[in-house]
């Protein structure tokens, strides 16, 4: 009689997972290309878009694949969050973009800048961190990622309050009203990627 072998789909997970963590440098790589470079906006903006429709996809796939399988790696609801917490940081990279685009902005300035750094900066803390989930091993070292994403978000907290200081100070009430959502959507781009580190915390204190 043939065996039939029901093994976890461990490798597929951890393929996707790191895939949305490639997707989310890639984006952010983009963003920083956009607002550093403040030429060929809407071909910028194209590619941001689609690398939007990409982490969507796998997120799809993480989730589906979640449903379909009898165990996972660890907690399924920790799946799911670090799913939905990268591909948030996408999203909020993506309507960065949209509102720059929508609203007609000018040259993006220094704090701008700086956050679009800071994103990319958490983004490779979250690529290099991702691939430690697959062995008991990594998930020490995990843990230092996630300390140096606190601390990009931390920073990325005092460049918005700063960013909005100088907004109120140096623009007409249409701009703020602009460039405050620009704002905000980036910042919340790195509350995401410090979702994201959270996840990768509890799974090592759980797993470790």
Same mark, same amino acid.
């Given at each position: ?7 976890? @789909? ?6 996707? $997972?790191?895939? !949305? /963590?490639?997707?989310? &440098?890639?984006? #952010?790589?983009? +963003? ?78 220094? @704090? ?6 800071? $994103?990319?900066? !958490? /983004?490779?803390?979250? &690529?290099?961190? #991702?691939?430690? +989930? ?75």
């Amino acid at each position: 009689m043939a065996k039939i072998s029901i093994m976890p @789909r461990e490798e597929k997970f951890f393929d996707l $997972i790191e895939a !949305g /963590a490639a997707n989310m &440098v890639r984006t #952010a790589e983009a +963003l920083k290309e956009l607002v550093n470079d403040w030429r060929d906006i809407p071909e910028k903006f194209h590619k941001i878009t689609e690398l939007e429709h990409a982490g969507d996809s796998i997120t799809h796939q993480i989730i589906a694949m979640l449903h379909r399988s009898f165990v996972t790696p660890f907690d399924r609801e920790d799946i799911a969050l670090l799913a939905h917490s990268m591909d948030d940081v996408v999203d909020f990279i993506h309507s960065a973009a949209d509102y720059m685009m929508l609203y007609k902005v000018g040259k993006p300035n220094d @704090r701008v800048r700086e956050l679009a750094e800071i $994103i990319l900066l !958490g /983004a490779k803390e979250v &690529v290099a961190a #991702a691939p430690k +989930l697959r062995k008991k091993s990594g998930l020490k070292s995990l843990l230092e990622h996630c300390i140096e994403i606190n601390r990009l978000e931390n920073q990325a907290d005092q460049a918005y309050r700063a960013a909005l200081v100088e907004l109120f100070e140096e623009h007409n009430i249409a701009d703020v009203i602009k460039w405050r959502e620009i704002y905000e959507s980036m910042e919340s781009a790195t509350d995401r990627c410090e979702d994201v580190a959270n996840v990768f915390e509890g799974v090592a204190l759980k797993n470790a």
